[in-house]
């Protein structure tokens, strides 16, 4: 059996970041459809078309950073979930050839470890990201959440990525 190639700390956070990114425009762009949905009923709609009171309150920036949370985790749990599990790897994985594997076998990961790997990431962040940073110190580069769902992360060549 060949040993794989680890995907290392530095090259899945770039990984991730592209991702985030990818995340950050869709709930952006949601943000601002359901801000604009909340001001044409709240504003438009009035008899008077002036600004009922509190409005401003609903949409001052602690708000606005509530409404991105939620938005942002609604969509980053289906959407790692799904890549990892029909893909193997996420968009931005996928641009830099890594690969979620089966740790036993290295063959695709299955819906239940895709979502304890989802869910894993937000053990990972706590505390400080220490268990993202586990990866650069782990002989396989195994994140906290790999370890919790039994995979971990390689670089396949390219004739294979594809």
Same mark, same amino acid.
């Given at each position: #059996? ?18 985030? %990114? ?15 949905? =909340? ?11 002036? %600004? ?18 939620i938005l942002y985790a ?5 959407? &790692? %979930? ?7 790897? %996420? ?7 890594? &690969?979620? *594997? ?13 979502? =304890?790997?989802?869910?894993? &990431? /937000? ?6 990201? /220490?268990?993202?940073? #586990?990866?650069?110190? +782990? ?5 906290? +959440? ?5 995979? *971990?992360? =390689? ?8």
């Amino acid at each position: #059996m060949v040993t794989p190639k680890y995907a290392g700390f530095w090259i899945r956070f770039v990984a991730e970041m592209i991702d985030n %990114t990818i995340l950050s425009l869709v709930v952006i762009i949601g943000e601002l459809i359901l801000i604009g949905m =909340i001001y044409w009923i709240f504003v438009l709609k009035t008899p008077t078309g002036e %600004t009922p009171r509190g409005f401003l309150d609903v949409l001052g920036p602690v708000w606005i950073q509530v409404i991105y949370c939620i938005l942002y985790a609604l969509l980053s749990i289906p959407y &790692y %979930t799904y890549w990892h599990f029909q893909h193997g790897t %996420t968009i931005g994985k996928k641009m830099l050839g890594i &690969y979620v *594997v089966n740790e036993k076998n290295l063959g695709k990961i299955t819906l239940k470890q895709s979502l =304890i790997r989802c869910f894993g &990431y /937000a053990v990972s962040s706590l505390p400080l990201s /220490a268990g993202y940073i #586990m990866a650069a110190f +782990h002989p396989e580069k195994r994140a906290l +959440h790999d370890l919790m769902a039994g995979t *971990v992360s =390689i670089i396949r060549p390219k004739s294979r990525a594809a």
